[in-house]
């Protein structure tokens, strides 16, 4: 087959560039983007060209006007922000896979107003010297946690790291056989302990250790005696283990520090809520922990970092070491960690966090806002749509109270014409995106994780998936 005259039906990079259909997108978008837009295009056709038989590309046209629009409809995919807001349906209040905790209005301000000028990120005001960046929230941390000092790093599992690495390298670490945990990712207690390059030493079984199996697995190469609050998951039936009152007791005894990762890290006493007890950070620390590491976009409710309190002898050696550089927060974080933290002083209000507000919200308010979503739904969409509330369950997510099920209401959806799978992807690729969950072969729209301002746009972006879609 002569391939050679459709070759030449294909206009060159400079003539496409020239096109008249070319010339608003040349001026809307970065010529560099348009440009490789149109090399795109032509590389695809020349493909084409060369694989398809002659019947398949007979009364095809490689014409301007033809390529024109798809080169700018690839123009436009390529500057098109790809890390965009979603709206979260789905009643998992930290989704990891939607970004974890909102930040509260505060936080996001302050973040703001860092990214747009210069700050005092490591800058003494008063000594008009070099200062540190930990400094800015040291002393929020030191009242929230009753710890001698802290630090912050870009994540737990970094705080973890670093620690491990500044306080037992190449020395013993003794932790429960139990609490090997892994984490999102596949990220595993024993990967880090070895990326630290110090030593696992395992002891007890897998439901039960004892006191005396971490007494008797101590030697003069022990290190560091690390407790890992199991927060993603619980093992429960015949099961022991060590508090940490007698944990700490023994080393100090010893004179070896006990490292406590809590992982989500929370702040309050969830009992007083009617939610399952966690353990505190200030009642860790309380408890005789010498280094806590935890989340600060778990239950903290703030940005991603990860948070090192304890005494000032450890965290002192934990800034020491030339990771803390590599693992140290940015500036962006920070500000909204800070901001974060200042509403958590509040002890009356911790509704002021956003995760707090949805993981406290009563069944009342739930039911209400479900109530106010559906009838705006009703009114909105055909009577081929069955529309109604029901009451559900939400989780918590994160790695966060596994065990937690949050009473909550939905509004739930099934189309007589659209499969419910089909409605999920329409709503999840709609403007404004919005995740919901499928569960028994309905939409589910879970109000916990909504919030009352975004109530309309899921009533345009349901309503467009279903009447336009």
């Known amino acids: 087959m002569n391939r050679e005259k459709f070759y030449r039906q294909l206009p060159g990079v ?65 500057v098109k922000p790809d890390l965009v807001p979603v709206i979260n349906a789905t009643g998992v209040i930290l989704h990891t896979n939607l970004g974890r905790a909102n930040l509260a209005k505060e936080a996001a301000q302050a973040v703001f107003e860092i990214a747009v000028n210069y700050s005092n990120l490591e800058y003494d005001l008063e000594q008009g010297e070099r200062g540190s960046r930990h400094d800015h929230v040291r002393a929020l941390l030191k009242i929230l946690s009753g ?25 013993e670490v003794i932790i429960s056989r139990g609490e090997l945990i892994e984490i999102g990712g596949s990220f595993r207690i024993p990967a880090i302990m070895e990326e630290s390059q110090a030593i696992l030493r395992e002891v007890g079984t897998t439901n039960k250790t004892h006191l005396q199996d971490y007494q008797q697995a101590i030697n003069e190469e022990t290190a560091l005696l690390l407790k890992v609050h199991t927060s993603n998951y619980r093992v429960v039936g015949f099961t022991a283990e060590v508090e940490i009152k007698e944990l700490a007791e023994v080393g100090r005894a010893k004179n070896i520090p006990l490292m406590v990762d809590l992982g989500s890290g929370v702040l309050i006493d969830l009992s007083k809520h009617r939610l399952a007890a966690e353990p505190t950070v200030a009642e860790t620390v309380a408890a005789g922990a010498d280094i806590v590491t935890f989340s600060g976009d778990k239950l ?14 450890y965290i002192d050696k934990i800034l020491k070491d030339p990771l803390a550089r590599a693992l140290r927060i940015d500036k962006l974080s920070l500000a909204a960690l800070e901001a974060t933290l200042r509403l958590a002083l509040d002890e009356d209000r911790p509704d002021k966090i956003p995760v707090l507000a949805m993981l406290l919200a009563q069944e009342k308010s739930l039911k209400q806002r479900a109530e106010v979503l559906s009838e705006a739904l009703s009114k909105k969409l055909s009577k081929k749509i069955t529309i109604e509330v029901v009451k559900e369950f939400s989780k918590v997510g994160g790695g966060a109270l596994p065990l937690a099920k949050l009473p909550t209401y939905c509004v739930a959806i099934v189309s007589d014409d659209i499969s419910v799978s089909e409605l999920a992807t329409r709503m999840r690729t709609g403007s404004p995106v919005v995740i919901a969950r499928v569960q028994a072969d309905r939409v589910l729209l879970d109000v916990r994780t909504l919030k009352d301002e975004q109530l309309p746009d899921v009533v345009k972006t349901v309503s467009d998936s279903i009447e336009n879609g």
């Not at 084409?48 to 006007?65: M, N, P, Q, T």
């Open 300 to 313: 903290l409710g703030g940005p991603q970092a990860g948070i090192i309190v304890g005494k000032k002898e």
């Open 147 to 171: 710890a001698e000092t802290a630090a912050v790093v870009n994540n737990n599992a970094a705080a973890v790291l670093l620690a491990l690495k500044a306080l037992a390298r190449s020395r």
């Open 14 to 78: 400079d003539e496409l560039l020239r096109a008249p259909e070319l010339a608003a997108s040349i001026k809307k978008y970065p010529r560099t983007v348009v440009l490789e837009a149109a090399r795109t295009v032509l590389a695809d056709l020349r493909e084409a060209i060369s694989r398809l038989d002659e019947d398949k590309l007979v009364g095809r046209e490689f014409s301007l006007k033809k390529i024109a629009p798809v080169v700018v409809s690839i123009a436009e995919a390529a």
